[in-house]
């Protein structure tokens, strides 16, 4: 019999993980719904990338439970070759966002000239601004604040700050998150290696006791 605290701790580092697999997952689809800034922020590439990692994690917490069950090691030294492969997609995926945001200002002057002039009449109305760089860099014209080339250099307030400030603190929380659920796969890695040991012990102790019992036949 496993000890209790043991179980425990891998419980809780499983239902961890199925936690961050069900917060990935459902962030991932809720933020494909229209949403002027978010849509700014995160390409339809980032969020497959996110819908695929919460796949992932959901699908290796649900083998974790079905793992713990056989008697043996080989099904938890299976699990933890998953639980490395979960390490390596959460590492790619947090460390891409956070490479992106090293360069923020280059970057979404890129995403920012992609869109439709009708999409950056809204962005700029939203964040009362005019053009990225300046007021004839990649401007439209129409809506309240940019009316014409006349209004928007009158409005002397350009997009790239307020976009910049607005995409740093999403993308900033979102890698740091994704980070931070390698806590949970390294501990969910060392409890079942903990397991494993102790399986192993027991399984010695087995061999042990049947050679003991067939002197005495």
Same mark, same amino acid.
């Given at each position: 019999?496993?000890?209790?605290? &043991?179980? @425990? ?10 936690? @961050? ?6 962030? !991932? ?6 949403? &002027? ?5 995160? %390409?339809?590439?980032?969020?497959? $990338? ?8 959901? #699908?290796? !917490?649900?083998? %974790? =439970?079905?793992? =713990? ?13 998953? &639980?490395? &492969?979960?390490? #390596?997609?959460?590492? /790619? #995926? ?17 995403? /920012?000239?992609?869109?439709?002039? @009708? ?5 700029? +109305? ?8 300046? @007021?004839? +860099?990649?401007? $439209? ?34 890698? %740091? ?13 060392? !409890? ?12 010695? /102790? ?6 003991? $019992? %067939?002197?005495?036949?």
């Amino acid at each position: 019999m496993l000890p209790k605290h &043991l179980i @425990a701790a891998w419980a809780f580092f499983t239902f961890c993980l199925m936690g @961050a697999g069900i917060l990935t997952l459902v962030l !991932s689809l809720v933020w494909r719904q229209p949403n &002027l800034l978010r849509n700014l922020t995160f %390409s339809t590439f980032d969020l497959t $990338a996110g819908a695929v990692l919460g796949i992932i994690l959901l #699908v290796t !917490s649900v083998l %974790s =439970i079905v793992l =713990i069950i056989p008697r043996g090691k080989r099904p938890l030294v299976f699990l933890n070759w998953l &639980l490395l &492969l979960d390490g #390596v997609a959460i590492l /790619f #995926v947090a460390t891409f966002i956070w490479i992106y945001t090293l360069h923020e200002r280059n970057n979404y002057h890129a995403v /920012f000239g992609r869109q439709s002039d @009708a999409t950056k009449i809204m962005v700029q +109305d939203s964040l009362m601004c005019c053009g990225y760089f300046n @007021a004839t +860099d990649e401007v $439209a014209f129409g809506g309240n604040i940019c009316p014409d080339q006349a209004a928007a250099i009158a409005a002397n307030s350009f997009c790239v700050t307020p976009i910049v400030q607005h995409v740093d603190k999403t993308l900033n929380n979102v890698f %740091s998150t994704i980070y931070g659920f390698m806590a949970i796969v390294i501990g969910l890695f060392l !409890s079942s290696m903990c397991i494993i040991k102790q399986r192993q012990e027991f399984e010695r /102790f087995e061999k042990i006791d049947t050679k003991r $019992a %067939s002197r005495f036949v």
